[in-house]
């Protein structure tokens, strides 16, 4: 069974720390472009950040830019997303994705995770 698993969200203070982790069971990640996207109750799922296949592309939205690192580990088959000095708007649950090509926009996407909730509050 083809499976993404994300995992490592939670409740945090603002300005602290959180890792995310995207598994993929099932298939390898290494052909695929990964983005990871977030939505906040009541909004539309927005691209957070992507990275090519190599690893060698990434990008990142305005509001996260400077502030989130993604990264994959192609012999782990596990992208992650480190996320410094998070914020209340950073709040939401988040989803790992594969991608034909690695884009902040959802039409590149061909697979979901399940999403994992982050929480940011004092």
């Known amino acids: 069974q083809l499976q993404l698993v994300e995992s490592g969200g939670g409740l945090v203070q603002p300005g602290g720390s959180l890792r995310l982790s995207c598994a993929a069971s099932g298939f390898t990640l290494d052909y695929f472009a990964i983005g990871w996207f977030r939505q906040a109750p009541g909004k539309e799922r927005e691209g957070v950040s992507c990275i090519s296949s190599s690893g060698g592309s990434t990008n990142y939205a305005d509001s996260v830019k400077g502030r989130f690192t993604i990264s994959r580990d192609n012999a782990k088959n596990t992208v992650y997303l480190q996320m410094d000095s998070l914020k209340p708007e950073d709040t939401a649950i988040y989803y790992c994705?594969?991608?034909?090509?690695?884009?902040?926009?959802?039409?590149?996407?061909?697979?979901w995770g399940q999403g994992t909730q982050v929480t940011v509050s004092s």
């Open positions: 994705a594969t991608q034909r090509a690695p884009s902040l926009d959802r039409r590149y996407v061909n697979y």
